[in-house]
């Protein structure tokens, strides 16, 4: 079946460091969906790649995908305390656009002051 | 714009009961999503929507779980008999066709 590995599991960086979170499958991806979540709180999308190649920046956040399709990384730009929080990175396994997204584990990042 | 809210946001309830969790989606997002997320893990899939029609139902994890959305706005994910087992949170999400999935802000249910 497949399925999503992140690395790190976790993550702790000074503020204003720079660092990557990957993202990585044995398949071909048909679209990658990286969220934040905080605690107690619903998933934010941040981004969402179809393409090979394809790399999409937000704020301090960039998200590229492979040109094969098979590995993703997020990378945040001088880090904020704000930026802390439980990224995933989802993706459609299914050509055609099932939407029947599988989720890696999560990243747990952490921000020192 | 409102985003996709989901009731009760907390709920306790005895094993062998019946429960209802509700989403209400972003206004014309044509999917509806339902996941299911263990502490620690991503979520995972239950089944989905487009418009009123079930599409895929593949994820629910046995025949004690169903769900509906009958006018193709709000939805309602029903478990029988609650379990024990069943204890995760329930999240919701819903799209434009081809687009990003916006997660509502879960569900947490606790069965006793």
């Known amino acids: 079946s497949q399925e999503l590995e992140q690395s790190p599991q976790s993550l702790i960086v000074q503020e204003g460091k720079n660092l990557t979170i990957n993202c990585t499958s044995s398949k071909t991806l048909y679209g990658l969906y990286w969220y934040k979540q905080k605690y107690g709180e619903g998933l934010i999308f941040l981004m969402m790649?179809?393409?090979?190649?394809e790399e999409k920046s937000h704020e301090k956040i960039t998200a590229k995908l492979d040109e094969k399709k098979q590995q993703s990384s997020l990378h945040i730009t001088a880090s904020q305390p704000s930026h802390a929080g439980i990224y995933l990175c989802g993706a459609d396994p299914y050509s055609g656009n099932t939407g029947k997204l599988i989720f890696g584990q999560g990243t747990t990042l952490q921000v020192k002051p | 714009g409102a985003g996709v809210s989901q009731s009760p946001r907390y709920k306790v309830t005895k094993r062998g009961q019946d429960v209802a969790l509700r989403c209400d989606p972003i206004s014309g997002h044509v999917s509806l999503y339902w996941y299911r997320q263990a502490l620690g893990q991503g979520p995972e899939f239950l089944t989905y929507?487009?418009?009123?029609?079930?599409?895929?139902k593949s994820g629910l994890p046995n025949d004690r779980f169903s769900a509906e959305r009958p006018e193709g706005s709000i939805s309602t994910l029903t478990i029988q008999r609650t379990e024990q087992r069943d204890s995760a949170m329930y999240r919701c999400a819903s799209s434009l066709p081809g687009a990003g999935q916006y997660f509502g802000p879960g569900t947490r249910l606790t069965v006793t």
């Open positions: 929507f487009n418009y009123e029609a079930q599409q895929d």
């Open positions: 790649l179809q393409k090979g190649g």
